[in-house]
C-alpha cells in the first residue's frame, strides 16, 4: 500500500477526529450551561441524557449517521457532546453550596457566578471531560468508518482484513494509537496552560 495513500487516509481520520472532538466539547459545554443556568431544563433533560449515555454508541451508529448526516464526525461529534454535558453539568452541581450562597450575598449575578465561581473551579472536570473525548473520538471515528466512509483509518483497517494484509491493518492501528496519544499530549499542554494563565497550581 502506498505511503501517500496510507497519510492521506490518516489525515481524513484526524480532521474527522479533531472536527467531532471540537465541536462536541464546545457545544456539549454550552448546554451544560444552559442546564446550570435553567435548573427546570436540567430536570426535564437529565434522565434523557442519561439513558442515551447507557446506550450502546455502536448500536446507535447508523441512527446518528441519519441524524446527522453520513460522516464519521457525526458520531464522534455524538458521542462527545453527551459525555461532556453529563461530566461538565454534574461539576457546576458540586461547586460548593457555600461559596454560591457568598456570592448570591454579595449581590453578584447569574453571570457573575459562573464567571468568577463556577467555571474556573470546574477547570478540573473540564480538562477529565477532554481527556475521556479523546478516546471516544477516536471510537466514534473509526466506528462511522466501518459504517461509511471510504476512506480514513477505520476504512483501512477494514479492507486490511478483507484481503488479509495484517501488515496493513498492524501498522494502521499502530497509527491510530500514535494520533491518539499525540492528541492526548495536546489535553494535557492545553490543561498546563490554562492553569498558568488561571494561576492555579498544578
Request: aromatic fraction near 8%; proline fraction near 3%; charged fraction near 10%.
Amino acid at each position: 500500500y502506498a505511503s501517500g495513500e496510507l497519510f492521506r487516509h490518516l489525515g481524513a481520520s484526524c480532521l474527522e477526529t479533531v472536527i467531532g472532538f471540537t465541536l462536541g466539547t464546545l457545544a456539549g459545554t454550552v448546554i451544560a450551561i444552559l442546564l446550570w443556568w435553567s435548573p427546570m431544563l436540567s430536570r426535564i433533560l437529565d434522565p434523557y441524557l442519561v439513558v442515551l449515555n447507557s446506550l450502546p454508541k455502536t448500536a446507535l451508529g447508523p441512527v446518528f449517521i441519519v441524524w446527522m448526516g453520513a460522516g464519521p464526525a457525526s458520531m464522534t461529534l455524538a458521542i462527545s457532546l453527551i459525555v461532556t454535558i453529563l461530566e461538565v453539568h454534574n461539576g457546576f452541581l458540586a461547586v460548593d453550596r457555600g461559596k454560591l450562597n457568598l456570592m448570591k450575598t454579595l449581590g453578584a449575578s447569574r453571570a457573575q457566578t459562573l464567571l468568577k465561581l463556577v467555571l474556573p473551579a470546574n477547570l478540573p472536570t473540564f480538562v477529565n471531560a477532554l481527556k475521556v473525548n479523546v478516546g471516544l473520538s477516536w471510537v466514534g471515528v473509526i466506528m462511522g468508518e466501518f459504517l461509511v466512509s471510504r476512506e480514513g483509518l477505520g476504512y483501512l483497517i477494514v479492507y486490511g482484513s478483507q484481503v488479509f494484509k495484517m501488515d496493513l491493518v498492524m501498522a494502521t492501528v499502530l497509527l491510530l494509537l500514535l494520533c491518539a496519544a499525540a492528541m492526548y499530549q495536546g489535553v494535557l499542554f492545553l490543561e498546563k496552560a490554562l492553569k498558568k494563565h488561571l494561576g492555579v497550581s498544578a
